[in-house]
C-alpha cells in the first residue's frame, strides 16, 4: 500500500473515533486509560517486530516533558470523548479541530514565532467559525445533548492538544515514534491514580460488545492508527500531510449522519468550513516556499 493511501487509511479510522466511544459502555476516563494502556504495550510489541529501535534511557529534562505532555494528552483524550457524549460528533469534531488556532495564538509568546497577517486571519475566521457552529439564541438543549457544554468539553480537549504539540517542540534526541510511545505510557501511568480514585473500576458486567470495541479502540485506533501514521509520514511532504489531514474532521462528520444520523443546519456548516479552512489558512504556503 502506498504512502499515500496508508495515510488516508490512518485519517478514516481517526474519524471514525465518535463512533466507537459513544458505543462502549464505559466513563470518557476508562476508555482514556484503556487507550493508553492498550496502544502503548501494542507500540513497544511492534518496535520488537519492526525492529524500530526505541531509547528508553532519556534526560530528566525529556522524563519531565514527556511527563507533562503525557498527563495533557490523557486529559486531553477524556474531554474529548465527554465531548462525544454531550454534544454531536461534528460539533465535537470541529471544536476540537480549534488546536492549531490555539498553537497560533500561544506560539509567538512560547516559541517567539513572529505574528502574520495570515495567522490573524485565520484566528478570526476560526473563532467566526465557532461562534456559527455554537448558534447563539437557538436552543442548546436537544434531546440527550448539551451542546454548549459538548463544546467546551471539545475546546479543553483542544487546548490540551496544543499544549501536547507545543511541549513536543521542546523535547530533544528522541525521534516521534519514541515520543509517542513514551507519552502513551505516561499518560496510563497519570491516569491509572486518577480513574482508580474517580470510579469504580469494577468490570465484571462488562459486555462483549464494549470489550470488542475498547480492544479495537486500543489496538487499532492507537498502536496500529500510531504506527501507519508515523510510517507514511516519513514518505509523504508537509503540504500533502497538513491538506490530507482534513479526511479526519470530513470523514468524523459523514460517518456521525451516516451511521448515527446526525446533522448540521446549514449555518453549522458554513462555520465548520471556516473553522477547517482558518487552519488549513495557517497551513498553506505561499508562492514557491518550498515545503518543510
Known sequence: MGAKATFIMVMLIFGSLGLFVKNIDLSSSEIALFRGAIGSVFLIAASFIIKQKVNFRISKRNLTLLLISGAAMGFNWIFLF????????????????????????????????????????????????????????????????????????????AGLYASVILIN??????SDFETTIMQLAMATVVMLPYVFMTEEMSYGGLGVQSIVLIAIFGVVHTGVAYLLYFSSMKKLKGQTIAVMSYIDPISAVLMAAL???????????IGGILILGSTFLSEIRIGRKKVA
Open 82 to 157: 465527554e465531548a462525544y457524549l454531550f454534544t454531536t460528533i461534528s460539533n465535537a469534531t470541529l471544536s476540537y479541530y480549534f488546536a492549531p488556532i490555539f498553537v497560533m495564538l500561544l506560539a509567538p509568546i512560547l516559541l517567539k514565532e513572529k505574528w502574520t497577517s495570515k495567522k490573524a486571519v485565520s484566528i478570526l475566521l476560526a473563532f467566526i467559525g465557532l461562534f456559527l457552529v455554537v448558534q447563539p439564541g437557538v436552543s442548546s438543549l436537544v434531546g440527550a445533548y448539551n451542546h454548549p457544554v459538548g463544546i467546551g468539553y471539545g475546546l479543553l480537549a
Open 169 to 174: 517542540k521542546f523535547i530533544r534526541g528522541l
Open 259 to 269: 451511521f448515527l444520523s446526525e446533522s448540521m443546519t446549514f449555518v453549522q456548516v
